[in-house]
Nanobody, 121 residues
Framework: QVQLVESGGGLVQAGGSLRLSCAAS?????????MGWFRQAPGKEREFVAA????????RYADSVKGRFTISRDNAKNTVYLQMNSLKPEDTAVYYC?????????????WGQGTQVTVSS
């Protein structure tokens, strides 16, 4: 089992930027082929945000964040990042990192504890 720890959340004004990080430990990072980010706003279901394959060659984004968010990874540092630009109040949520053998199974994989992102209008 891999342990995931998110960081980088906080309070930012609309239009601002944040970069989230997710550090993996435990099992060898390379055992997990895909990493991703999900988020959950108060009173709402957890939703997919972005995902990246092991090599980084394949990425996926939710329509709501395309063009504003960028997912990347550094396998040497066992870390995945989410660069969030042009933030909107509706981006406010707890953001979770996930790891799984494939992008398709991220929702059933390992999860971090989450980091709060709050965007003020």
């Amino acid at each position: 089992q891999v342990q995931l720890v998110e960081s980088g959340g906080g309070l930012v004004q609309a239009g601002g930027s944040l970069r989230l990080s997710c550090a993996a430990s435990g099992r060898t990072f390379s055992d997990y082929y895909a990493m991703g980010w999900f988020r959950q706003a108060p009173g709402k279901e957890r939703e997919f945000v972005a995902a990246i394959s092991w090599s980084g060659a394949s990425t996926r984004y939710a329509d709501s964040v395309k063009g504003r968010f960028t997912i990347s990874r550094d396998n040497a540092k066992n870390t995945v990042y989410l660069q969030m630009n042009s933030l909107k109040p509706e981006d406010t949520a707890v953001y979770y990192c996930a790891a799984s053998p494939s992008i398709a199974t991220l929702a059933q994989g390992s999860w971090g504890q989450g980091t709060q992102v709050t965007v003020s209008s």
